[in-house]
């Protein structure tokens, strides 16, 4: 018998609601700078969602405000795939242009389906890349939706892990760029099942 993600929560912390004791945590917040964002608006996920995003420890204010900005994005996507849905205000702060338009085709698949994320993405392998002439920024890394299961919107019951164990990861690269007084997503590329993410669970 299934049981339904709520029940699921009561019986077992969110790391463990994929499904296996060893399931990631969600890791700790990077904090904003003063102008990393509009506002200081940490997203807040569903407590049957999370993010452990595994960076690089900033070394400068830039690389601080890029890496804060990622973190965002990926949360702000999260959160519209949950429910908010491909209108969430909250992937125009974070995301604009082609990624924009990217990321609410996405979204919009997940609510198509009648579905949302339950588990923890795991973001790792990160890389960034600072500034260049032209003033943007790249972050690459890995995403590893091995612990993230298909809930049924509608009914609460948890379906099938998104990424199959066993396979790669998704290969992502965001290109940034600074808008009036914070950073955006601006380009994004993903590779499924990339050999680069062999290792990412």
């Known amino acids: ?12 912390p969110l790391g463990a609601v994929a499904g ?19 506002v200081d608006e940490r997203i ?26 990622v973190q965002q994005s990926v949360r702000a996507q999260l959160h519209a795939e949950y429910g908010a849905g491909s209108k969430d205000p909250l992937l125009g702060v974070y995301w604009s242009g082609s990624a924009l338009s990217t990321v609410r085709h ?13 588990g ?8 960034y890349t600072p500034p260049d002439a032209t003033g943007k920024a790249t972050v690459s890394f890995c995403a590893s939706w091995r ?7 509608k009914t609460h019951v948890v379906g099938p892990a998104v990424q199959k164990a066993g396979t790669p990861g998704t290969y992502t690269a965001l290109t940034l760029t600074r808008a009036a007084s914070h950073w955006q997503v601006s380009n994004v590329t993903e590779a499924a099942h990339s050999p680069k993410c062999a290792a990412s669970k």
């Open 1 to 12: 018998m299934r049981k339904t993600a709520a029940a699921l929560l009561m019986l077992a």
């Open 106 to 118: 996405e979204v919009t698949g997940w609510s198509a389906r009648h579905q949302q994320p339950v």
């Open 44 to 69: 807040t996920l569903p407590t049957t969602m999370g993010l452990a995003f595994k960076h690089p420890r900033p070394t400068n204010r830039i690389e601080h405000q890029v890496l804060y900005t």
């Open 147 to 153: 612990n993230v299961m298909r809930g049924d919107a």
């Open 20 to 38: 296996c004791n060893s399931a990631p945590r969600p890791t700790p917040d990077i904090s904003p700078t003063a102008v990393a964002a509009p």
């Open 120 to 127: 923890v993405l795991v973001v790792s392998n990160t890389v």
